[in-house]
């Protein structure tokens, strides 16, 4: 987050003045002191440019910040949006790396309205679901720890006590058996303990992305929210991919301990030991709150299906007699053939598939 600072008018400062800036125009990318804010307001070009005060601009995230109202290739106004490459582009863009691609539209229309979407609401959503799971994550490992500290505890107090039922032979293999428990118990600890402090650091960087989150949506540009967003959802589908990496590695199975003692009565002097260390898993994995499949992304990989808007422009009557349609085919002159299975015949229908876009008919 940008400090708070003293910032000098960009307009003033190339005049070598030193006006202190009230408000940032995300568009022309300049402070603006409340003079300069005055012909900035009015003139054509800028007068319906966003702007925000300077306290707004010092609460946005740093990743916010960095974001560009202009192509780091071309220095011109990004104006569109290709669905196909997931970018924002300029004209220029357009000529040298998207001259192929279909589906460009204007990049207004994508990231019109994005803070009221149900984009917004999904991330964030996606942001709470992934803290809860890593805060639950976090406690299974701190009750796994302190399980296994008892069940340590009790297979000890068991081999103790089978100790005390046979004579001085067996005290190399109880050492070695002791030695086995706590070895395991210290890998285990080990592990599970580098686990909960890499869980330690991902918690806290999800609970600053939160934070950032909703300064983001209160504070920050349309431009700019919808390419944080991106960012956002970068992080959560990389933590995502993290916890999915510890469930397949059954990392999230419950790891138990025990010693099962044998009857060593019967051959106290020829048995080589008389319990065995196991380190088993619990049958499932811990229950977690569950990503449901966004479909929000198609919105942003193919944006002009968000605004395509089919109408109804004609109907087909199925005859009166028994018909078996079991397929049909859009001829190129825009002709539908259908086929009838019971009679095997086809019939031929004309036709005028017609979309809306923004009231414009294709």
């Known amino acids: 987050m940008a400090t708070s600072t003293l910032i000098i008018c960009s307009l003033c400062q190339e005049d070598n003045e030193t006006s202190t800036a009230v408000t940032w125009c995300a568009e022309c990318e300049v ?7 005055k012909y900035h307001g009015r003139s054509k070009m800028s007068k319906n440019h966003q702007v925000m005060s300077i306290h707004d601009y010092q609460n946005l995230p740093e990743s916010m910040l960095n974001i560009k109202n202009n192509c780091e290739d071309h220095d ?4 569109l949006f290709c669905g196909f490459h997931d970018c924002a582009c300029c004209t220029k863009c357009i000529k040298d790396k ?17 803070k009221s979407s149900a984009f917004v609401s999904q991330v964030k959503t996606d942001l709470i679901n992934l803290h809860e799971n890593l805060k639950t994550i976090k406690l299974f490992f701190s009750e796994n720890l302190s399980a296994l500290e008892k069940q340590k505890l009790e297979a000890i107090s068991r081999v103790h006590t089978m100790r005390q039922s046979i004579n001085n032979h067996l005290d190399k293999l109880e ?23 890499e869980i330690d650091s991902k918690t806290d960087k999800i609970e600053e992305k939160q934070k950032d989150f909703s300064k983001m949506v209160e504070f920050s540009t349309d431009l700019q929210t919808y390419f ?22 059954d990392k999230l199975r419950e790891k138990k301990m025990k010693v099962d003692c044998f009857d060593l009565d019967s051959a106290v002097r020829c048995t080589k030991e008389f319990a065995k260390l196991s380190i088993y898993l619990s049958p499932e994995n811990l229950q977690l709150q569950t990503k449901k499949e966004s479909q929000l992304q198609s919105y942003f990989k193919n944006p002009v ?38 009679k095997n015949s086809f019939t031929i229908q004309q036709c ?8 414009d008919f294709h």
Do not use: M
């Open 31 to 37: 402070f603006l002191c409340s003079e300069c804010q």
């Open 76 to 79: 011109l106004k990004y104006e």
């Open 98 to 114: 998207h001259d192929n691609c279909k589906g460009l539209v204007s990049l207004g229309e994508v990231v019109g309205n994005i």
């Open 175 to 197: 050492e070695s058996l002791l030695d086995d428990i706590r070895s395991e118990f210290t890998n285990l600890q080990e592990t599970i303990g580098n686990i909960k402090s």
């Open 228 to 249: 944080g967003l991106h960012e956002v959802e970068k992080v959560i589908k990389q933590e995502e991919q993290f916890i999915n990496k510890l469930k397949s590695a």
């Open 305 to 342: 299906l968000s605004i395509v808007k089919p109408l109804i422009k004609q109907r087909f009557k199925i005859p009166k007699y028994p018909v078996h349609i079991s397929g049909c085919q859009i001829l190129p002159n825009s002709d539908i053939v259908f086929v009838d299975q019971e």
């Open 352 to 359: 005028w598939c017609i979309c809306q876009r923004n009231n």
